[in-house]
């Protein structure tokens, strides 16, 4: 039996550039450090850190056909199948200020591709069949990233009924009202046969959004995780605290790990590590917090590097054991 793919699907992707300040004040003129271009978005991020890892993945959604070329010299770059579907336009660009003094960026996310409704309609349409002749019983399909204008949750959970109606597992890698909706939706029985999620990674802020809460400590984050996984069969789940770790939950157990001590070069690309890394680990067989624990050391991998990618693997393999998940 064939090991399982992963699938990303990116229906609004963008072109990174990010610029590297000493220091970032508002109002000043600054002289950058150096500047780099990317191919971006979140489902590219996370195909880059898992054929990285070795992982056999596949970037699919929506790119403009104007400047794919960054995508097309990414994907042949870093071994990742491109099965993106061009539209005509241009992809937008995301502008990302990576300041050394704070040890973090600020993002300017610019909107993406606008399509009138029949074109959209089309486009829709047309991934699917792709996806349909690609995707097989037993493969990952990450729901990427926001959504382009013009689009709603429901094409989201147009294309999640798809791919599960062909055996395939269901990541959501979105955040806001966007992913409440689509959880919501999916395990409605009212709306059709009911879609597990085989696993979400929100922060701390998105649970909040989710549960209509503040969540003021790790228990309190722990218990929202573990009753989100019970009402919406969410099978697994990681939320990500930034420089304090990470809870981990399922339908079994909660977990509390704390990040390792790092130099931080960029806080860019942490996310995708930690859900690439965490995906990587589940694709394997292993369980929580063991996926979750290799997921945060390609996260602490990352963030140490400007460049995309991540270190050797033995790198990985000694930061995850210096991360300890307890219960909680």
């Known amino acids: 039996m064939n090991a399982p793919r992963l699938f990303t699907i990116t229906l609004n992707p963008a072109i990174d550039q990010t610029v590297r300040l000493d220091r970032l004040l508002p109002g000043e003129v600054h002289r950058a450090l150096g500047e780099q271009t990317e191919a971006g978005g979140k489902g590219i991020g996370v195909a880059a850190v898992l054929a990285a890892l070795g992982r056999p993945v596949t970037a699919s959604g929506w790119l403009g056909t104007d400047n794919d070329a960054v995508f097309r010299a990414a994907f042949a770059e870093r071994g990742i199948a491109d099965g993106m579907l061009r539209l005509p336009g241009a992809t937008r660009t995301n502008i990302k200020l990576a300041v050394a003094e704070r040890g973090d960026s600020t993002d300017i996310n610019l909107p993406g591709l606008a399509l009138a409704p029949e074109a959209l309609q089309a486009a829709e349409q047309q991934l699917g069949e792709r996806l349909d002749a690609a995707v097989a019983p037993g493969d990952w399909c990450e729901l990427a990233g926001s959504l382009p204008p013009g689009t709603d949750a429901g094409l989201w959970e ?37 879609v597990p999620v085989a696993f979400i990674k929100p922060n701390r802020a998105e649970l909040e959004e989710l549960v209509a809460r503040p969540l003021p400590d790790t228990l309190a984050v722990a218990d ?15 939320v990500s605290l930034g420089g304090q770790g990470a809870v981990m939950a399922d339908g079994q157990g909660r977990w ?49 590097r400007i460049a995309p990618g991540l270190p050797p693997r033995q790198e990985v393999t000694e930061l995850a054991a210096r991360i300890r998940a307890t219960p909680i």
């Open 224 to 238: 929202a995780a573990q009753a989100l996984c019970r009402a919406h069969g969410v099978r697994q789940i990681v």
């Open 256 to 304: 509390q790990a704390a990040a390792p001590a790092v130099t931080v070069a960029t806080t860019v690309g942490a996310g995708d590590a930690l859900v690439a890394g965490t995906l990587a680990a589940l694709m394997d067989g292993q369980t929580l917090p063991g996926a979750g624990v290799f997921g945060m050391a390609c996260a602490a991998a990352r963030i140490q």
């Open 158 to 194: 147009r294309l999640a009924r798809r791919l599960a109606a062909r055996g395939a597992q269901i990541v959501i890698d979105t955040g806001g009202a966007v992913l409440g909706t689509l959880l919501a939706r999916l395990s409605d029985p009212t709306r059709g046969p009911v």
